[in-house]
């Protein structure tokens, strides 16, 4: 059974596990969603070696609907904060699974968990992703010990016309 924290939301924890995640890598722009358990499938992870890439938004602190130009405010902060520590990182976008929700992040490689949750924290976000070779997580931004791991993962190429980049994100 999954642990739901205390500290989100009741309304937005369950949307959290049920996310997928748009990222818009140089060569191509893949979708991860959550997977069975120990499962990874599709297309094999991005990286060599055990990075972990962290997906962190700006939109929608505390779960809440924000109006779109102060999400947008806050996610450019975000990314100057994420250039100011010299962090790769990828558009993306995470949201639910039918397209109906999106918010636009940024997936980073160069943290660690508790610096992603920090970063989360920062923006007053209730949790981040983290994404391995071998899970796909929700890290809560309020305390370590409610973080879920989300079981496995499953990463499909997306066709220019099936990603969210170039669609305006629900606020």
Do not use: K
């Amino acid at each position: 059974m999954l642990a739901v924290s205390h500290f989100a939301e009741p309304t937005q924890w369950p949307n959290y596990l049920r996310a997928v995640v748009d990222i818009a890598l140089p060569a191509y722009s893949i979708r991860v969603t959550p997977g069975p358990l120990h499962c990874v499938a599709g297309l094999p992870y991005p990286f060599d070696g055990a990075r972990t890439i962290h997906i962190v938004t700006a939109f929608n602190p505390h779960g809440r609907h924000t109006a779109p130009r102060a999400n947008l405010r806050a996610q450019h902060e975000l990314l100057h904060d994420i250039g100011l520590h010299g962090l790769q990182w990828w558009p993306a976008v995470g949201g639910d699974p039918v397209g109906t929700h999106a918010e636009i992040s940024a997936a980073v490689v160069g943290m660690d968990d508790a610096q992603a949750r920090a970063l989360g924290q920062q923006f007053d976000q209730d949790a981040v992703f983290a994404w391995s070779p071998a899970a796909w997580r929700l890290l809560s931004c309020a305390d370590a010990a409610h973080d879920t791991v989300l079981t496995g993962w499953h990463a499909a190429l997306l066709t220019p016309s099936s990603h969210r980049f170039s669609q305006s994100p629900a606020a």
